[in-house]
Antibody, heavy 117, light 102 residues
Framework: EVQLAESGGDLVQPGGSLRLSCAAS????????MTWVRQSPGKGLEWVAN????????PYADSVKGRFTISRDNAENSLSLQMNSLRAEDTGLYYC???????????WGQGTMVTVS | VLTQSPGTLSLSPGERATLSCWVS???????LAWYQQKPGQAPRLLIY???HRAPGIPDRFSGRGSGTDFTLTISRLEPEDFAIYYC??????FGPGTKVEI
């Protein structure tokens, strides 16, 4: 079955760190751009970061630049998001997703919850 | 910056819905996507490349536009179409969303 499964969400204090993971299965992970998108409770979608197939290109949203790092391990079919210097406004449900089409993400996980408080 | 209008659209099943997305910085590749999100669910890709329906998306959903102005049209609303719709530019920023409610 083709799927993405996020993990690592937790309650963390402001200024703390957290590492999210996304396990991919059922497809050739190394063929795809991947993304992290978050959603604060009751709010809209916010793009966080993308990573290309070999990890050489990693654009970030201004709101997380310098604090978050996206990475991937193609051998392990895994995507990660290292989050440092966390703030209350980083609270939300974090989704990983796959880009099956240029500039669009057609497969999504169910998300992992991060609470900064 | 992406702007969506209206913020909320109140319609009845069977009616036509027209949602707008304005992009401040045009993407020369026209990589504009539309997503549907229902409560408690992950987003679902509807349209990519401004006008291409994703696999499995009913043909009552259509997208058009280029440059800075884009439109998502739902020709006849079905009960399951009442949701929030987001546009996204080139795999990056999202618009604030349009809620389509009964």
């Amino acid at each position: 079955e083709v799927q993405l499964a996020e993990s690592g969400g937790d309650l963390v204090q402001p200024g703390g760190s957290l590492r999210l993971s996304c396990a991919a299965s059922g497809f050739t992970f190394s063929d795809y751009w991947m993304t992290w998108v978050r959603q604060s409770p009751g709010k809209g979608l916010e793009w966080v970061a993308n990573i290309n197939q070999d990890g050489s290109t990693k654009p970030y949203a201004d709101s997380v630049k310098g604090r978050f790092t996206i990475s991937r391990d193609n051998a392990e079919n895994s995507l990660s998001l290292q989050m440092n210097s966390l703030r209350a406004e980083d609270t939300g449900l974090y989704y990983c997703a796959r880009s099956g089409y240029p500039g669009a993400f057609e497969m999504w996980g169910q998300g992992t919850m991060v609470t900064v408080s | 910056v992406l702007t969506q209008s209206p913020g909320t659209l109140s319609l009845s099943p069977g009616e036509r819905a027209t949602l707008s997305c304005w992009v401040s910085q045009p993407d020369p590749n026209n990589h504009l996507a539309w997503y549907q999100q229902k409560p408690g669910q992950a987003p679902r890709l509807l349209i990519y490349g401004a006008s291409h329906r994703a696999p499995g998306i009913p043909d009552r959903f259509s997208g058009r536009g280029s440059g800075t102005d884009f439109t998502l049209t739902i020709s006849r609303l079905e009960p399951e179409d009442f949701a929030i719709y987001y546009c996204q530019r080139d795999g990056g920023a999202f618009g604030p969303g349009t809620k389509v409610e009964i």
